[in-house]
């Protein structure tokens, strides 16, 4: 079966640094994708790999190994405001999105 | 402001009774979704569409149907409400089938009683 594992939650304090863990095992794979999701918000994209290697866009960042089915998602310089879940998702080789049940992370001042 | 639009919010509904919630996008996107959210779950696919006139089944279809009759309207219908059915619906939308890169609405919390 097809299965995405990621930590259910993790706390980390303002100003810090997170790393959150992704791993997979899919039928084929055309993509990894992190969502953000705030408590009674929809989930919104946050980033996309496709070849091994690190993507930053600000503040955040994804790495990708696909010989591990391996993924992370780092946040730099926490701010309260990146309280939220952080959904984990690869396309396989259907082009359907399985999705990891997501991690929350809470930030403590 | 472009975007995917759900109604209602939110939805008290009895036990066997008929509910469509309502999906509508204005950014011409081909694909959309219906999604589920529980509790300790990862998303999960109700059912699709690649583009107008055309929709598949996903991972938990049953008791749900969906019509797609032009690009931006995509309603989820529960024929007849289960308490199972009580979770949060997402419509979603993407340029095609094969972007992951997906806009969500705000979703519909549902609870069947």
């Known amino acids: 079966g097809q299965n995405i594992d990621q930590p259910t939650e993790m706390t980390a304090t303002e100003g810090a640094i997170v790393q959150i863990n992704c791993t997979y095992q899919?039928?084929?794979?055309?993509?990894l994708f992190w969502y953000q999701q705030h408590a009674g918000e929809a989930p919104t994209f946050l980033s996309y790999?496709?070849l091994d290697g690190l993507e930053e866009k600000g503040r955040f960042s994804s790495f990708l190994s696909r010989s591990k089915g391996y993924s992370y998602l780092l946040l730099k310089e926490l701010q309260m405001k990146d309280s939220a879940s952080y959904l984990c998702?690869?396309?396989?080789?259907?082009?359907?999105?399985?999705w990891g049940a997501g991690t929350k992370l809470i930030i403590k001042p | 402001i472009a975007g995917i639009t759900q109604a209602p919010t939110s939805q008290i509904l009895a036990a066997g009774r008929r509910m469509t919630l309502r999906c509508t996008q204005d950014?011409?996107?081909?694909?959309m979704y219906w999604y589920r959210q529980d509790l300790g779950l990862g998303l999960r696919l109700i059912h699709y569409?690649?583009?107008?006139?055309?929709?598949g089944k996903g991972e938990v279809p049953d008791g749900y149907s969906v019509s797609r009759a032009n690009t931006d309207d995509f309603p989820l219908t529960l024929a007849s409400a289960v308490p199972s059915q009580t979770s949060v619906y997402f419509c979603?939308?993407?340029?095609?089938?094969?972007?992951?890169?997906?806009?969500f609405g705000e979703g519909s919390r549902l609870t069947v009683l």
């Open positions: 950014m011409r996107h081909n694909a």
């Open positions: 569409s690649n583009t107008a006139g055309t929709t």
């Open positions: 998702a690869v396309m396989d080789s259907n082009y359907q999105l399985i």
């Open positions: 790999n496709v």
């Open positions: 899919t039928s084929g794979f055309n993509g």
């Open positions: 979603a939308s993407s340029e095609t089938t094969n972007t992951g890169e997906l806009f």
